[in-house]
């Protein structure tokens, strides 16, 4: 949802105007071809790459069906100068969550359980969780709904054994959950809204123990086939690793290569809450789909009424003028931090890797940005963003 807003480094580096490198053109090769929003697009994506605040990105806009834009600009690694393709497959990270949320729902319109039924209806090792400084379990439960919400009070910081599972995918999602079960509550569940990665992770486990199926395998039958996101995984597919951009890391104000191998070798954890790869053109599929009320090319895959519930306000977040939807920050109109928002009742997600998806129902209009670094400040794809509006 909002993982690189409360966990971010400024990014210090100056914005020069000036065109100095030679970049890589997206799908409109020409200038004299490029309507006025798509020039703004190929320009604002030159500006970012030039002044360093980003090595490469993917910007791409839709409304009402139709492809306004898609370009790409930089690099997929700057080392080597392999030049960024509108069709590279991108570490999206937290943009993981609202797809994980939209998987249970999908259990939910089975019937399978309630939004608001008790956690440990469904996984019994949170039935006596205590909150922190108290001494006996809470009485309030925990709700699906509160965990897609973040509301549930499971805690923002994860246990010591999984501090660095983001880089090192070396535990399974059954032993991820049962250390978290362990830990105490920040809070009594529904009181307030704090961000937790982990409660997202406890409700892909879910899905596992309902289902039956490892979470994986879920999201690619129930998910990713349905909609055609032939290129979405949360494994990395090895046939495609080379479509996969070098991640990149703000280190004292510069962009160098990060550490992760992109690959994850030896990899375990689905990681349900940071763990998708995925394509511009596959969110389109996804994104589609949502402000079509959950039907995709004439078939149904979610009811109307859960697509809405998933996209309306649930909660005051500690978010500037943003609302908690299921999933979803959604934008309430007042002023906002993520300048791009600027209708009321659109919704979206961000992921730490500093890519953007963003939904607007009343326009039938997306926006996704996708770029490969590591909590930086989200400016360069504000400005982007911006320059995809239509008008």
């Given amino acids: 949802m909002l993982e690189a807003l409360l966990d971010r480094r400024r990014f210090v580096a100056g914005f020069s105007t000036a065109c100095s490198l030679a970049v890589v053109r997206g799908a409109f090769a020409s200038v004299e071809h490029r309507t006025p929003l798509q020039q703004r697009v190929h320009s604002q994506l030159d500006l970012a790459v030039d002044a360093g605040l980003t090595k490469g990105a ?45 998987a249970t729902f999908l259990l939910i319109d089975e019937g399978k359980f309630a939004l608001d039924d008790p956690l440990s209806k469904l996984l019994p090792e949170f039935a006596n969780v205590k909150v922190q400084g108290q001494t006996q379990p809470t009485n309030v439960p925990i709700t699906i709904r509160q965990m897609m919400m973040h509301s549930s009070g499971i805690a923002e910081d994860r246990p010591p054994e999984l501090e660095n599972i983001t880089r090192t995918f070396d535990h399974t999602l059954a032993e991820d959950v049962a250390l978290v079960a362990q830990q105490p509550l920040d809070f009594t569940p529904g009181t307030k809204w704090a961000y937790s990665s982990s409660g997202i992770a406890v409700l892909g486990r879910v899905i596992e123990v309902v289902s039956g199926q490892p979470y994986e395998t879920f999201m690619k039958q129930r998910v990713f086939q349905p909609l055609e996101m032939h290129d979405s995984s949360f494994f990395t597919d090895k046939a495609k690793a080379s479509r996969i951009p070098t ?98 009742g659109s919704y979206g997600a961000n992921g730490a890797s500093g ?37």
């Fill in 58 to 102: 993917v910007m791409l806009a839709v409304q009402h069906g139709k492809v306004l834009a898609l370009e790409a600009a930089g690099f997929a690694d700057a080392a080597t100068k392999t030049p960024m393709r509108t069709d590279a497959i991108f570490d999206i990270r937290s943009i993981s969550k609202p797809f994980t949320v939209f």
């Fill in 355 to 391: 890519c953007v998806i963003w939904m607007d129902p009343s326009l039938q209009l997306m926006r996704i940005y996708l770029t490969h670094y590591f909590l930086g400040d989200f400016r360069e794809g504000n400005m982007v963003m911006n320059a995809a509006f239509p008008g």
């Fill in 247 to 344: 991640m990149y890391n703000l280190e004292k104000g510069q962009l160098a290569k990060d550490v992760m191998d992109v690959t994850r070798p030896n990899q375990k954890y689905s990681a349900p809450e940071f763990g998708m790869f995925s394509t511009a053109e596959d969110l389109r599929h996804y994104c589609q789909m949502m402000l079509d009320r959950g039907s995709w090319k004439g078939r149904r895959i979610l009811s109307a009424r859960l697509v809405d519930e998933m996209s309306r306000p649930q909660m005051h977040t500690q978010l500037p003028k943003y609302e908690a939807g299921l999933g979803y920050a959604i934008y309430t109109g007042k002023s906002a931090e993520m300048s791009y928002a600027v209708t009321d």
